[in-house]
């Protein structure tokens, strides 16, 4: 971060929870997906900026060509993280833990810290460069074996966007562990989960990322543009690098084939060529190439050492392609249609299993988070059964649960001294409650907040009652696993209503 000194904590947000943090902040206890106010809970110094994916590419830049003159052959995931082969440097530098010190020492002269990490996958080694952890042939299942499922998703240039929704599917399911997914066999994965998990189940055995049908392409798929006026300008650069970058999937497309691993090349008019290759989790869109071109010219154009001269021409080389159908594009060639695609699907679900077997949640008004969903069936007109903009006194306050528990199972709340905790009739604990058990689980608790008493005709002695008593509980859990859950309280007993994650 720009006027950050490399000693401080720092993380980076969107959408109000950190995507990215620096070492010393990690050790801090700050941890990707982590809400700001956490975040800063955990280091009450912590630098906090804003997730600007153009800015970071151009602060990196300098980082990732320190690091190629170090050791060429760079290959960039994303700003500020790249990928290169070890064995090279290995026996140039003496050894794997030589090459390492230099590699930092290169990126600290460039003004950033660094920190490294080496396995026989790709994947492997970026969890690894987490905890700085050099990794021996070999080992990498075992290395994994031991570390939370989440890691499965942590690195979003490795991972699908619905990496996510996988992992919390196979912590829920029990399998918390990499190694307890890397225990399944691949015939298992691929019958009961989508494609992705395939892929995942692949990094959690530590096998290389890419299918062997990846090839490398014919030459005739390179695209080039000629750029008159030269190019010394980020905006122009912009332009043309959108404009190659539609041209480089119109042959794609016809040749049936989509990129994975793309080289971006500037020649200027001395003669100068500089080239970056990036590597991607997924094949790439025409947007995501407009963005890496957009992102390496702003890099090249705006830092320090600048070309010796204008951008003459432009260069785009798909350096590795897999089929076509991996990437899966609208009917007129282009993106989108993900939404339509998946209606027609729903409908179709319709008609075979009838009109409310497919049903749309809308918010709905209510005091209590299941009053506040309202299930529409598909096709209906999306009207709330009650107006969620009324006042709805005693309603329960926002960060509403991630999960709702339908069947409210039954725990038990209990003092210091192991005596169940109720609720008075004046809305009061009878004790300060100090731990939950939950069937076999036992957490003990960081803080609450509550009781919140729902009541009905307070103003009536003879019609008054008390619909519901509700508590948020924060439990002192590890970070992968449950962190907070909102109790209900009945005549006689506790039980989950939601679950914070």
């Not at 089929?323 to 993106?335: H, K, P, T």
């Amino acid at each position: 971060m720009v006027g950050a000194a490399a000693d401080r904590p720092i993380a980076v947000l969107r959408g109000n929870r950190v995507v990215a943090c620096s070492a010393i902040a990690r050790a801090e206890g700050v941890r990707r997906g982590m809400r700001r106010r956490d975040a800063q809970g955990c280091c009450p110094e912590l630098v906090v900026a804003q997730d600007d994916p153009d800015r970071d590419a151009r602060l990196f830049e300098p980082v990732a060509g320190a690091v190629d003159e170090t050791v060429p052959g760079v290959e960039v995931l994303r700003p500020g993280l790249v990928v290169l082969g070890a064995r090279g440097a290995a026996r140039f530098f003496g050894s794997e833990e030589a090459a390492a010190e230099r590699l930092i020492d290169a990126v600290a002269a460039a003004g950033a810290e660094a920190q490294i990490g080496i396995a026989d996958a790709v994947s492997t080694a970026v969890i690894a460069a987490r905890r700085g952890s050099i990794v021996a042939p070999g080992a990498g299942a075992r290395y994994l074996a031991a570390l939370p499922v989440a890691e499965l998703a942590a690195e979003p240039s490795l991972a699908a966007p619905e990496r996510a929704d996988l992992v919390d599917l196979l912590r829920r399911l029990g399998l918390r562990r990499v190694g307890d997914f890397a225990r399944l066999s691949p015939a298992e994965v691929a019958s009961r989960f989508g494609a992705d998990a395939v892929l995942a189940h692949r990094t959690a055995r530590a096998l290389p990322e890419r299918p062997p049908s990846a090839r490398r392409p014919a030459p005739e798929l390179n695209v080039e543009l000629a750029c008159d006026p030269p190019i010394d300008r980020v905006d122009a650069a912009a332009f043309a690098g959108r404009q190659l970058s539609t041209r480089l999937h119109a042959v794609l497309s016809a040749a049936g084939v989509a990129c994975t691993r793309l080289a971006v090349t500037a020649r200027t008019e001395t003669g100068e060529e500089l080239t970056r290759i990036w590597r991607c989790a997924r094949p790439l869109t025409p947007s995501d190439t407009a963005d890496r071109v957009r992102w390496q010219l702003d890099g090249w154009l705006t830092r320090r050492a600048r070309p010796t001269g204008p951008i003459v021409a432009l260069i785009l080389e798909p350096v590795e392609v897999v089929a076509a159908a991996a990437l899966q594009l609208g009917l007129w060639g282009g993106e989108g249609a993900e939404t339509e695609r998946a209606r027609r699907a729903l409908v179709r679900v319709q008609g075979l299993l009838g009109g409310e077997a497919v049903r749309i949640g809308v918010l709905s008004g209510g005091r209590g988070p299941a009053e506040r969903i309202t299930m529409i069936a598909l096709g209906d007109e999306l009207t709330p059964a009650a107006d969620p903009t009324h006042p709805w006194p005693g309603r329960l306050p926002e960060p509403a649960p991630t999960l709702l528990l339908l069947h409210r199972p039954t725990v038990h709340l209990t003092a210091a001294d192991g005596a169940p905790v109720a609720v008075t009739a004046r809305g009061l604990f009878t004790a300060d409650p100090t731990q939950l058990r939950w069937g076999s689980r036992q957490w003990s608790l960081l803080g609450w907040a509550g009781p919140w008493p729902v009541t009905e005709r307070w103003w009536s002695t003879a019609e008054h009652s008390t619909l519901a008593i509700r508590v948020q509980v924060q439990l002192d859990a590890d970070p992968t696993e449950i962190r907070a859950v909102l109790l209900v309280f009945d005549e006689a007993h506790w039980h989950a209503e939601g679950v914070y994650e």
